[in-house]
């Protein structure tokens, strides 16, 4: 069937203005005024609330197979749908196997099939001294690699050093496919742990000392070395601290291809407001003060970070230690996928940014980092037609209904935020719609 989805607020790469966007057959026939409409089209019309491409999500932990339990696809890409995203791209640990063979990305991909309310691609794994495995993966269809310099925390998959990423710098320069870095080193962490012991892990406090920034600058400092030297795509995620900020707009200016994302729960929450006990504000980087929160939106704007990731990490309710109130041992991960596109305008509707922008952070900008651009990532001719229709004006209250996950836990619950998801399309089919869930919605591994 073709379809005209009309708004007086199409969100396109060229700007935002009233305009029907034509559909068929999934794609994105054309953009055309509201005279234009041809008659035998359907026509959706949306009034006054935006039509946005489908968000992009660069930083999703599904889990399955093997921690299907903590979230899987099923539940993963149904909180996707009801939060406006249409595309995820699934990190390669805390399932089982971890995302670092052909072998294991097969098992995933079948894992998945069947289930998924949205599309989704994966992302392999650099660990376990598996360098010869990284250009197999990336033929079989990997949008790039992973990896952590610190401990992950997580059985099934190894931190990696300097040794491990010389060896797996040839091969990644070879695919021309990026290298996603946790970058966080462990010399810096276990400085701090020995200078806090005997400290009160209830207090937020304790927990940001263990994790300071200069863990975050030493190790991008040495990422980027690695950068200079063996030319492979290098990106930043869940950037926490302004402190590199600086070191990685220079980075750019000297032309290493680099590129940065931050998340919500950085963009949103403080650690001057974080109560004692908390746990489920605990994340690795750490929420850090006010000062880091409002420097890395003015990088947003300024463009030294390029994108907003979730870093969607869900675990079982009680690895979060709520009634112990321990963030030394309690899981870092804070679910929000549902949630993320209002928290994110929340914000910038604080700031006075516009909808374009929003476009780009959650939509074009991850596209491009996973190479989906020419399918995903805005309303253009040609592409997907992944929407989400956004209600720009609307308050939405969370609360454990509303993340739609496998469990609900989330610092987000009891917020109240700006916009909501009305609607969510993924290739001109409606995933979600009005709290409802359509059952003619089949996500493909891309």
Not at 418 to 433: I, K, L, N, P, Q
Request: negative net charge; aromatic residues 6%.
């Amino acid at each position: 069937m073709a379809q005209a989805f009309v708004s007086k607020k199409v969100v396109m790469p060229e700007g935002v203005c009233a305009a029907a966007v034509l559909v068929r057959e999934g794609k994105i026939a054309a953009v055309v005024s509201l005279a234009e409409v041809p008659r035998d089209y359907e026509v959706v019309d949306f009034g006054e609330r935006a039509l946005l491409p489908g968000l992009v999500d660069p930083h999703v932990h599904i889990n399955e197979p093997g921690r299907t339990e903590w979230e899987g696809f099923a539940t993963a890409t149904r909180a996707a749908a009801a939060g406006g995203f249409t595309t995820l791209l699934d990190m390669p640990l805390n399932c089982l196997p971890a995302t670092t063979t052909v072998e294991a990305l097969r098992a995933k991909r079948e894992a998945a099939a069947g289930q998924c309310v949205v599309d989704w691609a994966a992302w392999g794994g650099v660990s376990g001294n598996n360098s010869e495995d990284i250009e197999p993966l990336a033929a079989a269809g990997v949008r790039g690699f992973k990896c952590f310099l610190a401990e992950p925390g997580v059985d099934g998959f190894f931190r990696v050093d300097e040794t491990e990423l010389r060896a797996a710098g040839p091969h990644l320069r070879a695919t021309g496919l990026p290298l996603l870095v946790h970058a966080e080193l462990p010399a810096p962490l276990e400085r701090a742990a020995k200078e806090l012991e005997g400290s009160d892990w209830r207090q937020y406090a304790t927990y940001l000392a263990s994790r300071p920034d200069a863990a975050e600058v030493d190790a991008i400092a040495l990422m980027l070395s690695l950068c200079r030297e063996y030319g492979f795509r290098l990106h930043i995620v869940h950037l926490a601290t302004q402190q590199a900020l600086g070191m990685l707009r220079e980075a750019r200016a000297e032309g290493l291809p680099v590129t940065v994302e931050t998340c919500p729960h950085y963009l949103h929450f403080t650690a001057e407001e974080i109560p004692d006990g908390s746990t489920v504000h605990k994340c690795a980087p750490p929420i850090r003060s006010r000062a880091d929160r409002e420097r890395l939106w003015q990088a947003l704007i300024d463009g030294d970070i390029d994108m907003i990731g979730t870093d969607h990490s869900p675990c079982l309710p009680e690895m979060k230690r709520m009634e112990e109130g321990s963030f030394k041992t309690a899981w870092g991960g804070i679910s929000s996928l549902a949630v993320a596109l209002p928290v994110v305008w929340t914000g910038m509707r604080e700031r006075g940014l516009g909808l374009d922008a929003l476009a780009l952070w959650m939509a074009l900008h991850p596209a491009k980092l996973a190479g989906l651009d020419v399918q995903k990532g805005a309303i253009t001719v040609g592409r997907d037609a992944d929407f989400v229709v956004f209600d720009e004006k609307a308050e939405t209250r969370v609360n454990e209904d509303a993340l739609h996950c496998r469990h609900a836990v989330s610092p987000y619950v009891g917020e109240t935020l700006r916009g909501r998801v009305v609607a969510t399309y993924v290739r001109g089919e409606c995933a979600f719609e009005d709290g409802v869930f359509s059952k003619n919605a089949h996500g493909r591994a891309l």
